[in-house]
């Protein structure tokens, strides 16, 4: 008879800025994302698509599944030790209760920081190993913008990470996790990881060359045995951690030494593109101009994305720079989303649409996103606790608004998040098609929603909202030599 194993999963999820102004508890945790156990809702989110996954599978009677907390926070700045302890201590606890176990999967992220903990991610696998013991199988799921630590994988049988940036691939990346965890649970595999250390921190959006040809190839590879799975970490230049860059992650069929040195040579042939990897970017000054310019060539709108004011990155998301700049050169016909401001939000709403009133919102957090824009301005359109999708997720947005002002429509949200696809001006009542440029809040999660929509992308680079450059940033924890901070760490 076939052996049904007894699954556990959970999923625990946020990137930490330590940089970021915004502190994050466990109300952030509630508010954003809380799904008891048995009650995570049937679509996946980010990080937690193991959940709908195993289900599936529980249904078919291939597992007995034990369905644990789940729970992610927008990111922000670094988690205080009570938060951490508490959900800590809560999947422990389930972990415990859940009896003898065949295997533990985990949606993380990867880029947890408390206030206590600079590895969440690899004490928290540390302390299920100690209960479960060697045998049980421990598999997790981690986004690339993470830090990978020798504790996590030292306690892990399988980890996989979203190949693709933006991550449109994550409920794939639970599905391998799932497969694998099952084949070493059966013993149709003996799984090795081996991690080779880049040394290097830049963005990697994959829409683009070379990264585009380079997760291309690393698809190919994982067919051919002994390779069971090959991972990319870019890394997470916000989040001070000993750990922070890029790390290259192949799995074998119990050939480590193979493994190893399939990750040096991938590893060493990303470190040799690492200064083409970043998209170029401009100046607001500058990406405006180039896009009025674009704009007069092209049919579509010009986009450009605001890619540090990124609440993806753990910045509020209220910077006004770009718009205010757009304003003293007098654009017309802008769409710009969104403004995270939960009060103007509020006022738009009392006032109710189609009318007129005196408005102050964006850029209450930090002295560097702009300063508040003071402006009469008319509410188009309100709504109540508005989505928009994110592949098969639903990213939650708040109550939000949409008002217009010199020509220039604005969304407005009181949930932060960053801009995935084009739900987030549709549903409030922006036909971005008609625009000339449209603005968005995110650093590539948008792409691959808005490029049939629109002509150009610009990506501009302000700085003094996030830490966008890794020479300049403060970091303590890092101790490792990592490029760009020299510029060969490998010598
Ligand atoms: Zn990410």
Redesign the pocket.
Known sequence: MKNIPKVYCASIAT?TNTFSPLKTNMKNFKEAFFAKPNHHPSTPTLCSALFPLLRKKNRKNEIKLIEGTATWAEPGGLIDSKTWNDLKKLILKEIKNAGKLDIVLLGL?GAMIAKNCVDCEGDLVKNIRKIVGPNVVIGATF????HLSKKFITNTNILTV?KE?P?TDFVETAKNCINLSIKTFNKNIKPKISVFDVKMMTILPTSKEPMRSFVDKIKLLENKSPILSISVI?G?MAGDSPDLGAKLVVITDSKKKYGDKISYELGMSLFNKRKNLAPKSFSATNSLKEAKKLSKKNKKPILIADIWDNP?GGVPGDSTTLIKKAISMKLKNIALGSIWDPLAVKLCHKAGENKEINLNFGSKIMKESGGAIHKKVFVKKIKKNVYQKFGSSLVPMGDSACIIFDGIEVVLNSNRCQTFSTDLFSKLGINISKKNIIIVKSTNHFYKSFKPHVSEIIYASIDGIYPNNPKKNKYIKLKRKIWPIVSNPHQ
């Open positions: 990137e992220h986004d690339p913008h993470s979203f940036f991550h870019h997470f993806g």
